[in-house]
């Protein structure tokens, strides 16, 4: 279970940023809500080597139509 460690008010600036102090973390995923409420999660990236071997065996198969529905 995680705990709240800190607490602060914050803006977001004319560019629709907002800083972040001390996070430990560099990448997060953002869940803004239709009340305004904007949720952060953090993520950590990994490197091609370390994808696993399922995610590899369905991008052989459909890298076609993933490559398509990036577009």
Do not use: C, W
């Not at 607490?7 to 600036?13: E, G, K, P, S, T």
């Not at 973390?25 to 803004?32: G, L, N, S």
């Not at 953090?42 to 369905?58: C, D, F, G, M």
């Amino acid at each position: 279970m995680s705990y709240e460690v800190t607490q602060y008010d914050a803006r977001i600036d004319s560019k629709k940023r907002i800083t972040l102090r001390g996070a430990k973390t560099e990448y997060f995923h953002v869940a803004e809500h239709d009340d305004g409420t904007i949720v952060l999660s953090p993520r950590t990236l990994v490197h091609p080597n370390q994808v696993s071997e399922a995610y590899k065996e369905i991008r052989s198969k459909h890298g076609d139509s993933l490559d398509k529905l990036a577009e």
